[in-house]
Nanobody, 122 residues
């Protein structure tokens, strides 16, 4: 199983980015997919997740600004990020794990993408 995260970049505060997580050898619609981020010197933290049934969950810090979605035909999960803030700056990782596990814990995910850098300038 391979996950390819992409779409990061440099954006001004208030701007938008869309991250993509494309999978090979795993059908994402049968598994949970989460987005996490890690800023320098900080632990990796939960951002958003989408379950196999399509339900979504968000961290309080991004609720109302970020939207997670899935394109089953492309076997890809997206993270649309709007109204970006400087505190959103981090490396963003996507991960996939079996249904039924806690979506908030990094230990629930068994495959991870390589990460994509998001930098928000103020």
């Amino acid at each position: 199983v391979q996950l390819q995260a992409s779409g990061g970049g440099l954006v001004q505060a208030g701007g938008s980015l869309r991250l993509s997580c494309a999978a090979s050898r795993r059908t994402l619609s049968s598994y949970g997919v989460g987005w996490f981020r890690q800023a320098p010197g900080k632990e990796r933290e939960f951002v958003a997740a989408i379950s196999w049934s399509g339900g979504s969950t968000y961290a309080d810090s991004v609720k109302g600004r970020f939207t997670i979605s899935r394109d089953d035909a492309k076997n890809t999960v997206y993270l649309q990020m709007k109204s970006l803030k400087s505190e959103d700056t981090a490396v963003y990782y996507c991960a996939t794990g079996a249904p039924g596990r806690s979506i908030y814990s990094i230990y629930s995910y068994d495959y991870w993408g390589q990460g994509t850098q998001v930098t928000v300038s103020s």
